[in-house]
């Protein structure tokens, strides 16, 4: 098991995935983490991993919001959350739960939380990435 946080706010590009400096707590190895990078490798092969997030988010102007899960850079549309701000610098609370299964060929799985959206956005200080190994 492994949960990630940044202890700053961070503006994100569509497309762009958030970095993490800090580990809250990581449990043995069946995921890794670089840090001050934003992804988290899945290292087990045929297994079931729980992948969740929790954050603020907002627009860098009035308008929608969007942050979700990826996997190997392809979104996984039911981790999608969208805000609507009215303007730049509000914050609003979102989150999102999924599980994964890795193939059994070794590829490394890479999970991201990444702007899905198709406008700039502000994610607030102290996001939660969290993933954890359901089964194998």
């Known amino acids: 098991m492994i949960e990630l946080s940044n202890s700053i706010a961070q503006t994100l590009a569509p497309g762009q995935s958030a970095v993490f400096d800090t580990v809250i707590l990581h449990i043995g190895c069946t995921e890794c983490h670089r840090n001050n990078s934003g992804s988290i490798n899945l290292n087990q092969n045929n297994a079931v991993y729980e992948v ?7 627009g860098t102007a009035a308008g ?4 979700g899960i990826t996997l190997d850079g392809a979104p996984l549309p ?4 969208t805000v609507v701000t009215a ?3 509000d914050l ?8 994964v299964k890795t193939c059994c060929c070794g590829n490394g799985d890479t999970v991201l939380l990444t702007n899905t959206g198709t406008t ?3 994610l607030g200080a102290n996001p939660r990435l969290s993933v954890k190994m359901f089964r194998k």
């Open 64 to 67: 929608d919001a969007t942050i």
């Open 92 to 99: 609003q609370n979102v989150s999102a739960s999924t599980f």
């Open 87 to 89: 303007a730049a610098g």
């Open 120 to 122: 700039e956005i502000n």
């Open 78 to 81: 039911e981790t999608n959350s």
């Open 52 to 58: 969740s997030f929790n954050g603020n988010i907002g």
